[in-house]
């Protein structure tokens, strides 16, 4: 790996640690690797030790099927908490930006007009915006999923009742919410560290 990628990477750990997450790429990582790992061959051989090589030590050893699939998930983890809070965050956005008149146009559709939808899609805005907050910060990340997960079945039953065409629209919006309530009982499921 070249030398400015692991640079950015253990800053990038650096900085999510900030949010109380706790990334085993870091700068401390980092200084451990430089360091390196040292020890007295001949030391070890007294005691009837004998060190092997990787290729060695892992065909003795080797990966059960848990160990892979927690290797596996373990290298999604990050991506799952990041695009969840990145996902909640610029819905939140778009909804009070580019999509505001779409929004305002569905509420008008369900019966919900003037001010009343305007605080109807101000409302769904700011709590997609907390939820994705509340996901990026690790101490209240399973608040934010289990909001995310019980506001998106919010969002089916009112849609259903309101707009029920969106079943059947071509993009499927009530459709999508499905996969994205299994990912966040995903990120419940792989969400503590010990």
């Known amino acids: 790996m070249p030398n400015f990628v692991s640079i950015v990477m253990y800053k990038f750990g650096d900085t999510i640690s900030l949010l109380g997450w706790r990334p085993p790429v870091r700068s401390t990582a980092e200084r451990e690797i430089r360091r390196g790992a040292v ?3 001949e030391g070890m051989q007294r005691l009837g030790l004998r060190p092997r ?10 990966a059960s099927m848990q ?3 927690f290797a596996r998930m373990y290298l999604l983890k990050p991506a799952i908490f990041i695009v969840l809070s990145l996902f909640w965050i610029s819905t939140a956005f778009v909804s009070l930006g580019p999509g505001w008149g779409y929004g305002m146009g569905l509420t008008g559709e369900g019966g919900v007009e003037g001010a009343s939808a305007a605080l109807t899609v101000i409302a769904g805005a700011l709590s997609d915006l ?3 907050l509340a996901i990026a910060y690790r101490p ?3 608040y934010g999923l289990y909001a995310a997960i019980a506001i998106s079945f ?11 065409r969106l079943w059947a629209d071509s993009l499927g919006p009530m459709l999508k919410i499905w996969p994205i309530i ?13």
């Open 39 to 41: 020890g007295d061959l």
């Open 53 to 62: 090589g990787l290729p060695e030590f892992f065909a003795s050893e080797p």
């Open 140 to 142: 209240t990340s399973r």
């Open 130 to 132: 907390v939820i994705g």
């Open 67 to 69: 160990e892979r699939w």
């Open 154 to 164: 919010t969002y089916a039953i009112i849609g259903t009742i309101l707009v029920p």
């Open 182 to 194: 299994i990912l966040h009982f995903v990120g419940l499921a792989v969400l503590d560290d010990r």
